[in-house]
């Protein structure tokens, strides 16, 4: 990975800006001599920003943010606040090491993580990171807000788990809440999400995910992406055709089936993509899967194509 | 304290009579309490029209995802239907109903747009955000040809009818018809549950999945759970409006995909 710039301090000796005064990470992204480079850095605990000199070909010029949280974790009532600024034609991509796991939550304590990201003119911005992990009890509030141009291209994928569930720990987690928003110029709402899961009333989460382990979720958006979009469009549309069919008539249906025959097993993953935006600039695709790896494996084919403008591809060491 | 207060509505509404007088200013004299209670005889007409499957709307044509969860083997049997009905009861409860309260609570034009356009940001499955906008203009269309009376439906349909501003979502346009016909909030969120409720079992029956009559004792088994949730998500502003089911929409964005389908969405 080359040599490691670490700025795990005030790394140019400025405060935190006066509109994020509680910021736990501030990240600056500008043209420097025809190349996107880190400006300004500053993280403090829990969070830690490694910014390697070099991570894939040099060509590219896209600058790699590595968040790091102390312990490898997010300790029940730690809160992340991070800001991101990523300059008219810069490149840069915001990934993790490993999943981030959310501890057990102490008393009604939440585990917070906040992103308040600007993509300029033409720049690429892509939020890459490993799923996030809650493990049983654990609460978790995520909030990621992105303020877009009409020239601007982001790349979000944003996923977790159903908690270590190779040790039998599925669904357990208390509340996962991850909000998504970009907004346009003047904030025009683009893109509103927000995913909630809480050990409810009506059903448990377990009950409402079935067998699935993993849920995801990949915005792309903005010109430069429109070949990635229609690549993946495509390929999710062949790949889930087939294994969607009318249920095949044995007779009436109205008498239950406990049992489902071999042939009515289940897709191991389910996607489905759908453009949004007033032209249909922006795509967003929804996964469901039973393991992580499959996913892994998803975005690693599907994601690829970024590598010309990254300078490495996506998950690619995963 | 929660608790106490959503006890005391139930109470409340379980007399629909009452719900909407909650909304009519106290009459002073004899000839007004006349012509409120008249009015309030009325309301009953119209409500149930509203919610009547024969309002042409094209709620028939959506299954919410039932049809794509069935052929993904995500949904086989009576059993999973009734989970099925649950979790898309939910979802209409957490992601739409703080659109059909807000809408419904200021039923005017600006609140209207404002509230449409969020939505059209919000729904970012396309099949989802087809089916609420079919439906919703198909509702729209209707209202205003029923309740001629109520000027502002004609203004909104003169004033935005070609327009690329504004979708013509569902749920707000639900709320706001509601709203101008005079149901209080509770009643039309309410309401808003019945009719998702309603189009699932119906898309069940025609998918062959329940017959009529099971169909008719699964509505009403899951009646106390359709309740609940009006109860949890009533009354939230559109800024916590949340989906809550993961499964269903992504196997609702497969809806497109298959090759052959009996529903629109």
Known sequence: MGEIMELDAVADGEPATPAAPTATGVVRVEKVRGRSAVTRCFAKYPLKIIVPSKVGSASSGAVWLYSLTYGGGIVSGDRISCTVSVGDGCTAAMTTQASTKVYKAVGLKCSEQVLEATVGKDALFAVIPDPVTCFSTARYYQKQVFHVSGSSNLVIVDWFTSGRYENGEIWDFSSYKSVNHIFLEEDQPLFIDSVLLEQGSNCSIAERMQEYNVVAMVVLLGPKLKHIQDQMQDEVKNMMSVQLRPPTSGGGRYAARPQPLPSQKRPPLIASCSPFGHMGTGMVARIVAVSTESVYNFLRDHLAALEPFLGAAPYSAS | ?265
Not at chain 2, 81 to 101: H, I, K, T
Not at chain 2, 168 to 182: K, R, S, T
Request: aromatic fraction near 8%; glycine fraction near 4%; proline fraction near 4%.
């Open chain 2, 1 to 265: 304290m929660e608790q106490d207060h959503s006890a005391s509505k139930k109470m409340r509404v379980d007399d629909a009579a009452d719900a909407v007088m909650t909304e009519v200013p106290a009459p002073a004299t004899a000839t007004a309490t006349a012509t409120a209670s008249s009015m309030n005889q009325q309301l009953f007409w119209s409500q149930w029209q509203l919610l009547d499957s024969i309002l042409p709307t094209g709620g028939f044509a959506h299954s919410y995802g039932l049809e794509a969860a069935m052929q993904s083997r995500v949904v086989n049997n009576p059993e999973d239907l009734r989970l099925f009905l649950v979790q898309a009861m939910e979802n209409v409860g957490s992601l739409l109903l703080p659109f059909v309260y807000c809408a419904s609570k200021s039923p005017d034009a600006a609140t209207w747009v404002k509230l449409d356009q969020l939505l059209e940001a919000t729904l970012t499955n396309e099949v989802g955000r087809k089916a609420s906008t079919s439906q919703g203009s198909a509702l729209l269309r209707v209202a205003t040809s029923v309740f001629t009376e109520i000027q502002l439906l004609q203004d909104l349909r003169k004033t935005f009818f070609g327009s690329t501003s504004v979708s013509f979502h569902h749920a707000p346009i639900f709320g706001l018809i509601c709203g101008l016909v005079g149901f209080d909030s509770e009643t039309t969120q309410r309401a808003y549950m019945f009719v998702t409720m309603r189009d699932v079992i119906s898309a069940a029956t025609r998918l062959n999945l329940i017959g009529p009559l099971a169909a008719s004792v699964l509505q009403h088994q899951v009646a106390p759970d359709a309740e609940r949730m009006v109860q949890k998500w009533r009354d939230r502003d559109v800024s916590e409006a949340s989906q809550t089911a993961p499964l269903l929409d992504a196997l609702q964005g497969c809806h497109a995909y298959m090759f052959s389908r009996l529903f629109c969405s």
